[in-house]
């Protein structure tokens, strides 16, 4: 396993992953939602943060996409999901952090339970208006 700053050529397979992941993850949002957010994805979220892949004999399996101490994005290719690569992802950007805050929507219980899981604590309830569906602000301090 590898983690490292991702490469331009990667894009597209780490777009691929984001919307594989979130058509699962997000199954309580239209899919139309998610096919229209991947040009944003393409061209304005992902050239705005710091974006780390982790891969698997030199095929990218994750990302992690930080917006200063905002963690933007983490998503795991749904195939190796339950592998650990999510959490190796987190540790690695928890070294690099004071603190971090991300949202999460309430109804992905398995991100929550994850982030729960690795130290992170529910701040805030808050409403994503492009979805209409309630999220947690979620919070990490290095001890």
């Known amino acids: 396993m590898n983690i490292r700053l ?4 990667e ?3 780490i777009i691929e992953i984001w919307y594989e992941t979130s058509l699962i993850a997000h199954n309580f ?3 139309d ?3 229209s957010q991947q040009r944003e994805m393409k061209e304005k979220y992902l050239p705005m943060s710091e974006t780390y892949v982790i891969s698997n004999d030199n095929d990218v399996v ?5 917006v200063d101490n905002y963690l933007a994005a983490l998503f795991i290719d749904v ?3 339950g ?5 190796r992802l987190l540790n690695f950007i928890k070294g690099r952090r004071e603190n971090i805050q991300l949202k999460v929507y ?3 219980i398995k991100a929550v339970n994850f982030y729960l899981k690795n130290g992170f604590v529910i701040k805030n309830e808050v409403l994503d208006e492009q979805t209409a569906e309630e999220e947690f602000l979620m919070g990490w301090e290095k001890c």
């Open 29 to 31: 949002i239209d899919k």
């Open 106 to 108: 309430k109804k992905n």
């Open 6 to 9: 991702n490469k331009k050529k």
């Open 33 to 35: 939602y998610w096919k």
């Open 11 to 13: 894009v597209s397979k």
């Open 62 to 66: 994750g990302f992690v996409s930080m």
């Open 79 to 81: 195939q190796h999901q």
């Open 83 to 87: 592998e650990g690569y999510g959490k």
